[in-house]
T-cell receptor, first 112, second 108 residues
Framework: SQTIHQWPATLVQPVGSPLSLECTVEGTSNPNLYWYRQAAGRGLQLLFYSVGIGQISSEVPQNLSASRPQDRQFILSSKKLLLSDSGFYLC???????????FGEGSWLTVV | GENVEQHPSTLSVQEGDSAVIKCTYS??????FPWYKQELGKRPQLIID?????GEKKDQRIAVTLNKTAKHFSLHITETQPEDSAVYFCAARGVLIFGAGTRLAVHP
């Protein structure tokens, strides 16, 4: 079974500062990778998904970006954070030939 | 694109009662429908899923039913227990689009 590592677990960043969240996956090859965001008490919003290295699809226009430099590495970035970027960020993975999505532990981001 | 609507947004039941959460989807090409349970401050965990070639699936106290014609699917929890209290999310489509979630509270 696959294991998803995501870090950092929590961070507090000032408005206008950059952001980098990293996710790596073990136990599977060529996975589909996803970034979701969850505002406090809200649902799961799909931000980005990737079906392969360098292939990124964006679901929602925003000041965030994603990159997939390696097969099992997915990075979420921002050049300048906004207060509205606060939330619980979840990296997720599904097998290339399957549908089931598994989530990482999540990263709590507070923008102050 | 796919749109998933989930209701109710909150559900309160007595221990031992049944709970039902319903979702509708818009994309008739969707063929995979999972349910996730999320406890406070934790990641969502898959609890059951169903594919479009099956109408019903059961796993102990949990069952999911799918009506492809009407484009809706439901989660059924029988004999609810306090530890079932959590937020439940449905999802649809290959790249999963989630419903808004149902906060289930089971009272002893």
């Amino acid at each position: 079974s696959q294991t998803i590592h995501q870090w950092p677990a929590t961070l507090v960043q000032p408005v206008g500062s950059p952001l980098s969240l990293e996710c790596t996956v073990e136990g599977t090859s060529n996975p589909n990778l996803y970034w979701y965001r969850q505002a406090a008490g809200r649902g799961l919003q799909l931000l980005f998904y990737s079906v392969g290295i360098g292939q990124i699809s964006s679901e929602v226009p925003q000041n965030l970006s994603a990159s997939r430099p390696q097969d099992r590495q997915f990075i979420l970035s921002s050049k300048k954070l906004l207060l509205s970027d606060s939330g619980f960020y979840l990296c997720a993975s599904s097998p290339a030939t399957g549908n089931t999505i598994y989530f990482g532990e999540g990263s709590w981001l507070t923008v102050v | 694109g796919e749109n998933v609507e989930q209701h109710p947004s909150t559900l309160s039941v007595q221990e031992g009662d049944s709970a039902v959460i319903k979702c509708t989807y818009s994309d008739s090409a969707s063929n995979y429908f999972p349910w996730y349970k999320q406890e406070l401050g934790k990641r969502p965990q898959l609890i059951i899923d169903i594919r479009s070639n099956v109408g019903e699936k059961k796993d102990q106290r949990i069952a999911v039913t799918l009506n492809k014609t009407a484009k809706h699917f439901s989660l059924h929890i029988t004999e609810t227990q306090p530890e079932d209290s959590a937020v439940y999310f449905c999802a649809a489509r290959g790249v999963l689009i989630f419903g808004a979630g149902t906060r289930l509270a089971v009272h002893p």
